[in-house]
């Protein structure tokens, strides 16, 4: 069955550095989207992607934050100046096409920031 | 502020039984819902999804929406020590985003 992929699974970063995450959606999909979960916290939603551009982000998703899907397969999400507090684990998803359709949701990558 | 809300629990079943978890929302307009299930320090695995008022039944998972009352439930039927996980409600209105609840966590005794 087909994956999103993330790498890596585990990032270790110290406070101030630059982060690239990176997923490799379903190959079928059109949607992207970035979450994050703050150990012991739900799920929130970051930010999603659609042909090429931003459709929607959150009040989480600011200037600190960005996206990119650099070739036909690859959607990255970077963040500049990391934080204690955005240490987290981030998920990637990809959705075949918009609302209704289900999310499927990468393995996630543990962000430390030290 | 859309929110879904689910109890945290635990909720302890005992296995062979039937585990029922519930969720309501708040949006009026939301149009899909999802339940997903993470095991600790997993991703969450989608389960469920429904879009219509009534039930919709998949193997030992039935998913039951009203609308009307802004509710999701999820039974999980024969419960087995393998469900043991946390399930997360989700919902996702006309925009691009899925609303998660902070998640109930079940506990199936062996």
């Known amino acids: 069955e087909p994956e999103v992929t993330q790498t890596p699974s585990h990032q270790v970063t110290q406070m101030g550095q630059e982060v690239i995450l990176r997923c490799v959606p379903i190959s079928n999909h059109l949607y992207f989207y970035w979450y994050r979960q703050i150990l012991g916290q739900k799920v929130e939603f970051l930010v999603s992607f659609y042909n090429n551009e931003i459709s929607e982000k959150s009040e989480i998703f600011d200037d600190q934050f960005s996206v990119e899907r650099p070739d036909g397969s690859n959607f990255t999400l970077k963040i500049r100046s990391t934080k204690l507090e955005d240490s987290a684990m981030y998920f990637c998803?990809?959705?075949?096409?918009?609302?209704?359709?289900?999310?499927?949701f990468g393995d996630g990558t543990r962000l430390s920031i030290l | 502020q859309k929110e879904v809300e689910q109890n945290s629990g635990p909720l302890s079943v005992p296995e062979g039984a039937i585990a029922s978890l519930n969720c309501t929302y708040s949006d009026r307009v939301s149009q899909s819902f999802f339940w997903y299930r993470q095991y600790s320090g997993k991703s969450p695995e989608l389960i469920m999804s429904i879009y219509s008022n009534g039930d919709k039944e998949d193997g030992r998972f039935t998913a039951q929406l009203n609308k009307a009352s802004q509710y999701v439930s999820l039974l999980i039927r024969d419960s087995q020590p393998s469900d043991s996980a946390t399930y997360l409600c989700?919902?996702?209105?006309?925009?691009?985003?899925?609303?998660f609840g902070k998640g109930t966590r079940l506990h199936i005794l062996p």
């Open positions: 989700a919902e996702r209105g006309r925009d691009d985003k899925i609303i």
């Open positions: 998803a990809s959705s075949v096409g918009g609302p209704p359709q289900p999310q499927h």
